[in-house]
């Protein structure tokens, strides 16, 4: 049964050996596996283009924020090697969402693509604190007051809820219920997901797999209680029953 919620597994792996035991272990269930900067710098791009020719459900999250035109080129890319979901950072600006749009757009019109990926804004990185967050704004935002995390999280998902190259938002157990509140149908994918019983690691704020279903989470990013699991594929079958 398809569930309202994705289930994502963070394959934060350093080689392709690691990554591939693991979709062998969990094959057959409903599951997106996203690739990080780690596991993509050493697996390159054939490798990825090999699964989703496969028609594996791959999330390409390599964090992209440059210039225009190098991001919308660069999402151009992910979406040739088939990705269904790519992220870029939301401080990058509208003009570098509107590039994207265009690039897509005429990828599509020209037949170089047949489908858009979902590209995913990420507002604040959870890893700042307020402080930290605080110093480095004013360090390159001098004029008029300083947004802390929370309003610009708030301001970001605006952003990506009214542009029409964004389809979503990466946010924290802490964000989804404001931005879903005000954002309803602004697609959310929440990590810092902990079933009951695991251990937080360095994740903060956790939330359980029912909670944040219940709290109307698009999609869910679980690594670790999944990855470094005895039996990893009872794992995300308890996460994926209990989903709604
Ligand atoms: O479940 P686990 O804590 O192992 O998941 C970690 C994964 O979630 C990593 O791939 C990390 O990049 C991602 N992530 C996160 N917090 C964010 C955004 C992404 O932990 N705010």
Redesign the pocket.
């Known amino acids: 049964m398809s569930k309202n919620t994705d289930l994502v597994v963070?394959m934060?792996y350093p080689t392709v050996a690691f990554a591939e035991a693991l979709m062998e272990q969990l094959s057959g269930l409903p599951i997106v596996y996203?690739i990080?900067l780690e596991l993509f710098l050493s697996s390159g791009t054939e490798w990825v283009r090999k699964q989703t020719e496969k028609g594996t459900r791959i999330f390409l999250?390599l964090k992209f924020h440059d210039i225009p035109n190098t991001v919308g080129q660069a999402v151009l890319q992910a979406a040739r090697l088939g990705a269904e979901f790519t992220t870029v950072h939301l401080c990058g600006g509208k003009t570098m969402l509107d590039e994207i749009d265009i690039k897509l757009q005429e990828a599509i019109l020209s037949g170089q693509i047949q489908k858009k990926p979902r590209v995913l804004g990420?507002t604040v990185?959870?890893?700042f604190k307020e402080e930290d967050w605080i110093a480095a704004m004013s360090h390159v935002a001098k004029v008029g007051s300083i947004r802390n995390v929370e309003e610009s999280t708030m301001h970001f998902a605006a952003l990506a809820n009214d542009h029409p190259a964004i389809g979503g938002v990466?946010?924290?157990p802490q964000e989804i219920n404001a931005i879903r509140s005000k954002h309803p149908k602004l697609y959310t994918m929440v990590?810092?997901?902990?079933p009951k019983g695991f251990k937080a690691?360095?994740?903060g704020r956790i939330m359980t797999p029912a909670e944040a279903s219940a709290s109307g989470a698009s999609a869910i990013?679980?690594?670790?209680?999944?990855?470094q699991a005895a039996e990893p594929r009872l794992v995300a079958e308890q996460i994926l029953q209990e989903m709604v």
């Open positions: 963070a934060d996203k990080g999250d990420v990185l959870t890893s990466v946010c924290s990590p810092g997901i902990r690691h360095d994740q990013v679980v690594g670790r209680p999944i990855t």
